[in-house]
């Protein structure tokens, strides 16, 4: 089974660091769309992590894993 996540990293008004995760972005999802989207979701306020606004947009990556299962049966 393959994963796809989009991992966005922001900075709040405090100093700490937090992610937010997205299942599967889209396949063709180029650095400016996730730039944008960031950007929106700090301007906006969307989030308050632990009540303190979003300061600053620290990085983004996209992570693809995948799991293989075993059925085991002892």
Avoid: H, W
């Avoid at 180029?30 to 960031?38: G, H, N, R, S």
């Avoid at 906006?44 to 620290?58: L, W």
């Amino acid at each position: 089974m393959d994963e796809r996540k989009l991992i966005m990293t922001f900075k709040n008004t405090l100093g700490n660091s937090f992610s937010i995760t997205i299942d599967d972005p889209r396949e063709d999802i180029e650095e400016q769309d996730i730039l944008e989207a960031m950007n929106l979701i700090k301007e906006k306020n969307i989030f308050q992590p632990k009540g303190y606004d979003i300061a600053e947009c620290i990085s983004a990556k996209v992570v693809d894993s995948s799991t293989t299962d075993y059925d085991l049966k002892i």
